[in-house]
């Protein structure tokens, strides 16, 4: 089975509502993958995602109450299949935390976007930019972008 996870900075925003599409974008196709979200940092380990994330993604239909916050392991480079960071300073972040022979796993989710017209490519982070529907107007927008990489790489 392939596994999938997902990467902001302190995952309680970005990554566990892109978990969380992921997670009902799979049931609605009846695919079967694994899922997870952490952070690079560990300021909210053990916390549920930020209160405005899940009230903006719960008017979607997207429930994320279940989540809680974790910090990126060593071992998660080895675990996972798909590594996505959500912006170009997770990516860095990932890149210098990922042993050699994993680097290849690592994606940024902007390479997943369909509709986007944008040269900026980044997730933006709601918890500074206060704009949490644009997020998840960007994340909705990657996920077909996703899963025809998933399809691709299952190939």
Not at 21 to 41: K, P
Not at 70 to 96: C, P, W
Not at 112 to 117: G, R, V
């Amino acid at each position: 089975m392939t596994r999938v996870l997902f990467v902001c900075l302190g995952n309680i925003c970005r990554s566990p509502s892109a978990e969380a599409l992921f997670r009902s974008e799979c049931r609605r196709r009846g695919l079967a993958y694994a899922h997870d979200s952490a952070g690079t940092g560990a300021w909210h380990v053990g916390e549920a995602p930020y209160a405005p994330m899940q009230k903006a993604a719960l008017a979607r239909g997207i429930d994320m109450s279940d989540l809680r916050a974790r910090q990126v392991r060593t071992s998660d480079f080895y675990e996972f299949d798909l590594i996505i960071g959500m912006d170009a300073s997770n990516m860095s972040d990932l890149g210098r935390l990922a042993p050699t022979d994993a680097v290849a796993k690592i994606r940024h989710m902007g390479s997943f976007l369909t509709k986007t017209q944008t040269d900026n490519k980044d997730v933006p982070d709601p918890y500074y930019t206060r704009n949490f529907d644009a997020t998840l107007d960007m994340l909705e927008d990657a996920m077909p972008g996703l899963f025809a990489y998933l399809e691709q790489i299952a190939a």
